[in-house]
Antibody, heavy 123, light 110 residues
Framework: EVQLVESGGGLVKPGGSLRLSCAAS????????MNWVRQAPGKGLEWVSSISSSSSYIYYADSVKGRFTISRDNAKNSLYLQMNSLRAEDTAVYYC????????????????WGQGTLVTVSS | SYVLTQPPSVSVAPGKTARITCGGNNIGSKSVHWYQQKPGQAPVLVIY???DRPSGIPERFSGSNSGNTATLTISRVEAGDEADYYCQVWDSSSDHPGVVFGGGTKLTVL
């Protein structure tokens, strides 16, 4: 059974940093591109970042570019999101999601999602 | 950047057909994916590549995409279909390629 479990969320002050993790199991993690998607309270889904299976191709939303860094450790079956210079508008539930394509590319649809971790940016 | 426009809400009686639209400039040239999200839960992929259904998704869910509008159709609507629905595409047409989600549509079963 595919499982994605996010952790690392919490309360942080504006300007602070936080590192999210996503532990993957039940599939060959190194064969899939992975993604972060967030959802502000009461709002819609917003894509944050994507990373290919070998970390060769990385993409960011304009809203986080230069502040957030996506990475992965295939040996540990883990996905990460380093978030710096956090702002109030970064407050959201952050979901880890798997791209459905097997291999080095993307299908750009997300077939499995974690339950999310809440990040609150407030003084 | 590319914009996807969804109606904020759609209401339908049980047993009837619900249609949720997703508008975008020449969206018919892109692959559209749809997600269902129930309160307090993670999104679930219900349609991918315009009209394909993942395993486990009922045949009542179908999709189409042409011109400037993609449509998610739910036939014989059930109370359990009440949820928020999001369309999504990959936009490679700009200097800043990325994933785009529609604003979401709340489906209410009357």
């Amino acid at each position: 059974e595919v499982q994605l479990v996010e952790s690392g969320g919490g309360l942080v002050k504006p300007g602070g940093s936080l590192r999210l993790s996503c532990a993957a199991s039940g599939f060959t993690f190194s064969s899939y591109s992975m993604n972060w998607v967030r959802q502000a309270p009461g709002k819609g889904l917003e894509w944050v970042s994507s990373i290919s299976s070998s970390s060769s191709y990385i993409y960011y939303a304009d809203s986080v570019k230069g502040r957030f860094t996506i990475s992965r450790d295939n040996a540990k079956n883990s996905l990460y999101l380093q978030m710096n210079s956090l702002r109030a508008e970064d407050t959201a539930v952050y979901y880890c999601a798997r791209d459905s394509a097997v291999g080095s590319g993307y299908d750009w649809n997300f077939d499995y999602w974690g339950q999310g971790t809440l990040v609150t940016v407030s003084s | 950047s590319y914009v996807l426009t969804q109606p904020p809400s759609v209401s339908v009686a049980p047993g009837k057909t619900a249609r949720i639209t997703c508008g975008g400039n020449n969206i018919g040239s892109k692959s559209v994916h749809w997600y269902q999200q129930k309160p307090g839960q993670a999104p679930v992929l219900v349609i991918y590549y315009d009209s394909d259904r993942p395993s486990g998704i009922p045949e009542r869910f179908s999709g189409s995409n042409s011109g400037n509008t993609a449509t998610l159709t739910i036939s014989r609507v059930e109370a359990g279909d009440e949820a928020d629905y999001y369309c999504q595409v990959w936009d490679s047409s700009s200097d800043h390629p990325g994933v785009v989600f529609g604003g979401g549509t709340k489906l209410t079963v009357l």
